[in-house]
């Protein structure tokens, strides 16, 4: 069963630091894999997507994700923080693309931006 | 540009009552879906649907039922409510190969139960 793990609940950084939210994935076949941001009291945004095309996704906003199948990893970056990226972040994965795809998301991480 | 439309935005029930969550469509979306989501725990999967008439099951579905008599609606109905359904309730949409691009998400009805 595909599972996905988000490490830390919260993650806080400065305005202008690196922002590293990270994402371990279990997948038996080769996986799609998303990010989501969700402001507060808002629905869900999709941030990027990898799609077995390009390892390194650039999505909305200046993050980035790379893909690294022998990590099973899928972490989400961004070289220099801003206030407004304050929010939560879910990773998801979905297996293929044939038929309806469920996505199993993490748990999220939460983050801070302090000025 | 509606997109994901759910309503109500808030709701608060006493337990054992009984309501529907609306969710409406205007993509032509084949696929619908319902997820919760709780803190700590991520959205879950509660019921889903491939096309009007066809629904299934996902990952936490007990206490909730779903019809889908349009391509543009897929209500959920919460026969007896508990307070453990007190969360989050997110309708998202998705068209077939579309799944490389994602769902597109409703901004979710936040459902308390005393």
């Known amino acids: 069963a595909q599972s996905v793990t988000q490490l830390g609940s919260h993650v806080s950084v400065s305005e202008g630091a690196l922002v590293l939210l990270r994402c371990n994935y279990s997948?038996?076949?080769?996986?799609?894999l998303f990010w989501y941001v969700q402001y507060p009291n808002q629905g869900l945004q999709l941030l990027l997507k990898?799609?077995?095309?390009?390892?390194l996704v650039k999505g909305i906003n200046g993050f980035e994700a790379e893909f690294k199948k022998s990590e099973t990893s899928f972490h989400l970056t961004k070289p220099s923080a801003h206030m407004s990226d304050a929010a939560e972040y879910f990773c998801a994965v979905s297996e293929g693309n044939t038929g309806f795809q469920k996505l199993v998301f993490g748990t999220g991480t939460r983050l801070l931006v302090s000025p | 540009n509606a997109g994901v439309t759910q309503t109500p935005k808030f709701q608060v029930l006493k337990t054992g009552q009984s309501m529907t969550l609306q969710c409406a469509q205007d993509?032509?979306?084949?696929?619908m879906s319902w997820y919760r989501q709780d803190p700590g725990m991520g959205l879950r999967l509660i019921h889903y649907s491939v096309g009007a008439g066809i629904t299934d099951q996902g990952e936490v579905p007990n206490g909730y039922n779903v019809s889908r008599s349009t391509t543009e609606d897929f209500p959920l109905r919460l026969l007896s409510a508990a307070p453990s359904q007190t969360s989050v309730y997110f309708c998202?949409?998705?068209?077939?190969?579309?799944?490389?691009?994602?769902?597109?998400f409703g901004s979710g009805t936040r459902l308390t139960v005393v």
């Open positions: 997948s038996s076949v080769p996986p799609y």
């Open positions: 998202a949409s998705s068209s077939p190969g579309q799944g490389t691009y994602g769902y597109t």
């Open positions: 993509m032509n979306h084949e696929y």
């Open positions: 990898y799609t077995s095309a390009a390892t």
